[in-house]
């Protein structure tokens, strides 16, 4: 079974990342946090940001605990698939996600 | 012992009751994947001529055909057939049909739960039937939006049926995905490690996790919107705090996953089938198998996709519309496989090959169309025009019925036993391919042109005429061809002669059966060390018959088989599977019971039908296990191994995980629910907030907390040679403890019928409650089980499974009393 969950962990972690953006998302819009301004940036924007880069960062890590001898698979074909995913993973981390730096938040 | 013999002792022990009356008492796959097959194929009809319905209504401007009214129910008929009732159970028929033979096992996990699921969908389909038979079908189109579906402007009972309906064949879908998790993990041949499992059972595994998690928000979708309807309970409605988007949300979390629970197990019929045509093996395994769990996962972050005109913030549009087109690149990743293969091989252009040939063109073009309404300022322009349902037949019809059309072909030798004789099935193939090309061409162009989808007429003036009659047309051509395809199987059925077994010299192991099968499929088990066994082995079918393999030599009445760990196919465990039974029918018959008695609004009935349900359930688990230990028995080969029965994780607890999992998404569905209302609905707050209650909490968190640690006392003390009665005493008296802390709080939730807050609250208090009843009940029976002396240190597996349901009571128990209370001790 420890097979299986290296096979799903990474598009789990990135399902489980875009739900909670997109919840985030809802929640900012919902309750004004635009309005509330950090660094020149509000404090909405850095929220976002800085859950797109832990979720980035969460699938880095993923990968590479993928790729390693300690926590990566014995077998070369469960390996070879989760590391596939590993960066399946990472890509859609950075690429579905990468709205909340370049679009307005609540319009 | 000779092959005959065995042949004849293991025949007696698997046999159905002949003639009719085994089709109500079978528990056998390969009986109940046929009639499934039959039943979803009888609908596939159904939905056709209503297909045909709508094209005859649309063939001519200002047709005066059938009326609004009628027209409102032909189009939401046909999606709901060809949606619930044929596609998800064709692919639950051919799985139930072929996975044990794939897999080199003798049934599936859970028999009996293989033919309540089979009636369930009978009955569900029965209701569903009746309503179009009787003019009261569903007319709110498949996806049932409120507030057109809703108490106010839909008051009759035809949303009732579809409501009701639905969720009672979904128990079905339901049933089948355990089944199927539980048997590729566990019901394999030994020596069968992940890597040598075939591709189609990689897909089954994908679609059914898929169906876990994709098919409960739907469920409660329809169980909040009957409730709204039944009792008032405003969910969808926005003066009372309800908002009818929470319905879209529930359902396409749902209905974009379909698109690809019906893609993916024909996205495995092809991997199976197109190697074979070409004389070759699949390229890319691995990659094949990345893909489709790649395609799973992104299909669950595509759901708002269908919402692009809903007024959602533009980043929230982007985000949906970046996951629909990187969907693509796994779907081009299975694409370019199977090109590849093609290329690596030597590709025959026989009958199954042609359908592969046709879902290419078809499913290819449906892609684009697919891509292209992923972007948001053509969704907008296209949104609700005969565009996008064109776009969907492209991808549904060539995504599924030309592959499972070619999947029939490629396994009806063995299913049957005989070879084609006539040829209709390539004229068949040519005049569908031709005819639903025209239909459906012709419909993405009168949407470029503006035709809205469901209307049930137009002007003359509006320049949609002539193509509308070509679509019209071709509809029919595409029906003959169907119609056709339909009356070669039946002459193939009838007239055929015998064939030779493994006609297209295929290496997967439904082949070393004979053709058709055998009840016990394998007369011995085989070991696995390659993908494709049979490749290079013609001898391997003559040896397992004669007993060369596991549990080649058969105890007298037992129905028997292995299973393996997950991983590495090692065997663990011998299987005893319950016999013929008509259990599943009376459970489903009862099931059905209890939904009618919803639809038809006899309240008095429903106690009673779950009372029923409950009575024929515990019947169900009392009537396995067994009063003395068995110990390790001899499975062949040298090889002994302990009963199921006598281990920690049976195949029942794997069942229940995979249960519970289904379960965990519809509680944080409900969650979702309840947190989508309080930030986006509008007329939030509530007038009031629940009065909370540090007693209430209290003990309904050290209630479910004792009724867990009960159930592992007893579990521990079982283990040590005590009775673990005891422990399971207090656990109960904890359960009965927590029910008592949620009637209250139920009692006590502020007006459920004026605003959603309140109706919030009773739904999640209310689940809360059925789970403790429920844990509750196993806790009694497996006191009773141990009194009557059904556990052992040996026979401990039913400790685990009621663990399991204690568990999650205590989690859903927890979280369920905290959002009730928390916003009133906030303030």
Known sequence: MIDLLRILIAPLVWLAAFSGIYGLHGVGCAYGWSEITVLSLSLFRVALLASWGATVLIQIGLLLALCSDRFGSGSLFVRRVSVTLGWVGLVAAIWTLHPVAILSSCS | ?827
């Open chain 2, 1 to 827: 012992m000779n092959a005959l013999r065995r042949h004849r002792k293991l025949t007696r022990v698997w046999a159905s009751e002949p003639g009719w009356r085994g089709w109500f008492s079978t528990v056998n796959h390969t009986d109940v994947g046929r009639m499934f097959l039959a039943t979803s194929f009888f609908f596939f009809l159904v939905g056709g001529v209503l297909a045909m319905l709508i094209r005859a209504q649309l063939a001519t401007p200002d047709s005066a055909f059938v009326g609004p009214e009628v027209y409102n129910q032909l189009f939401t008929m046909h999606g709901t057939i060809m949606m619930f009732l044929f596609a998800i159970p064709t692919f639950e028929g051919l799985a139930i049909y072929l996975l044990p033979k794939m897999l080199g096992t003798r049934d599936l996990a859970f028999p009996r739960l293989t033919s309540y699921g089979y009636w369930c969908y009978f009955f569900g389909g029965g209701m569903m039937l009746f309503s179009l038979l009787f003019g009261i079908a569903p007319d709110g189109g498949w996806f049932m939006y409120p507030p057109l579906t809703g108490p106010l402007y839909s008051p009759g009972i035809n949303t009732d049926f579809w409501l009701i309906g639905i969720t009672f064949v979904e128990i079905s879908a339901i049933c089948a995905a355990v089944e199927f998790c539980v048997s590729i993990l566990r019901y394999r041949a030994p020596g069968m490690s992940l890597d040598k499992m075939p591709i189609f059972a990689w897909y089954a595994l994908v679609t059914s996790l898929m169906i876990l998690t994709g098919f409960p928000p739907l469920i409660l979708g329809s169980v909040l919107l009957e409730v709204e309807r039944a009792f008032g309970l405003p969910f969808f409605q926005a003066d009372l705090g309800g908002d009818s988007l929470l319905w879209q949300h529930l359902f396409w979390l749902f209905g974009h996953p379909e698109v690809y629970i019906i893609f993916l197990p024909a996205a495995g019929v092809i991997s199976t089938v197109l190697p074979v045509m070409c004389r070759t093996t699949l390229l890319g395994y691995g990659w094949v198998v990345a893909a489709a769990v790649a395609l799973a996962f992104l299909s669950f972050g595509l759901w708002v996709h269908h919402m692009f005109t809903t007024g959602i913030p533009h980043m929230g549009l982007a985000f949906f519309s970046a996951a629909s087109t990187l969907v693509a690149v796994p779907t081009g990743v299975q694409v370019f496989a199977w090109i590849g293969t093609m290329w690596k091989g030597q590709p025959q252009l026989r009958l199954p090959m042609l359908h592969i040939l046709g879902f290419f063109v078809t499913f290819v073009m449906g892609g684009l169309t697919g891509v292209m309404v992923a972007i948001v300022p053509f969704d907008w322009q296209a949104h609700d025009t005969a565009f996008v349902t064109a776009h969907l037949h492209y991808v549904l019809f060539g995504g599924f019925v030309f592959p499972i059309l070619a999947g029939i072909y490629y396994w009806l030798p063995l299913f049957t036993g005989r070879k084609r004789f006539f040829r209709l099935g390539e004229w068949a193939f040519a005049l569908i391919f031709v005819g639903f090309h025209g239909t459906f061409l012709a419909m993405h162009w009168v949407g470029l042109l503006g035709q809205r989808r469901r209307i049930e007429t137009y002007d003359a003036d509006a320049g949609w005429t002539a193509i509308n009659f070509v679509s019209s047309v071709s509809g029919f051509i595409m029906a003959i061809g169907l119609a056709m395809v339909l009356i070669d199987v039946l002459l193939h059925w009838v007239v055929a002669v015998r064939g030779e077994r493994n006609p297209w010299h295929a290496g997967s192991l439904e082949w070393v059966t004979m053709n058709p099968p055998p009840a016990y499929n394998f007369a011995s088990l085989p070991h696995v060390d390659k993908r494709e066994p049979l490749a290079g082995d013609p001898d391997l079918p003559v040896r397992l018959a004669k007993g060369e393999g596991y549990l080649g030599d058969p105890f007298v009445t037992w129905r028997e088989t292995l299973t393996v760990e997950a991983a590495s196919g090692r065997p663990d465990y011998l299987v005893i599977y319950p016999t013929n039974t008509r259990l599943p029918i009376a459970l489903a018959a009862v099931t059905g019971l209890f939904f009618l008695s919803l639809l038809i609004k006899v309240y008095w009935l429903t106690p009673i039908a779950v009372f029923g349900v409950a009575a024929l359930g515990w019947w169900w688990v009392w009537s396995q296990g067994r009063q003395s230990d068995l110990g390790p028995q001899d499975v062949g080969r040298g090889l002994s191994l302990p009963p199921s029965g006598e281990t920690d994780r049976s195949p029942g607890w794997w069942g229940t995980a995979f249960l519970l999992a289904a379960n965990a998404t519809f509680f944080g569905s409900l969650i979702f629910g309840y947190a989508f209302l309080w930030t986006v609905a509008p007329a939030w707050p509530p007038p009031e907030w629940l009065e909370p209650s540090l007693l209430e909490l209290g003990l309904g968190v050290g209630g479910v907390v004792a009724g867990s640690v009960g159930t592992r006392v007893a579990a521990r003390g079982n283990r040590t040679g005590g009775a673990g009665s005891s422990g399971l005493l207090i656990g109960l008296a904890g359960t009965v403890v927590a029910a008592a802390a949620l009637s209250t709080l139920m009692l006590r939730v502020p007006a459920p019928g004026g605003h959603a807050y309140g109706a919030t609250l009773l739904v999640l208090a209310g689940y809360a409650l059925f789970h403790a009843l429920l844990t509750g009940l196993m806790q009694v029976f497996l006191i009773a089980r141990i009194r009557r002396g059904y556990t052992s240190p040996r026979r401990r597996a039913e400790f685990p499974i009621v663990g399991l349901w204690a568990d999650y009571l205590t989690v859903i128990v927890v979280l369920s009393l905290v959002v009730a209370h928390l916003p009133g001790m906030l303030g």
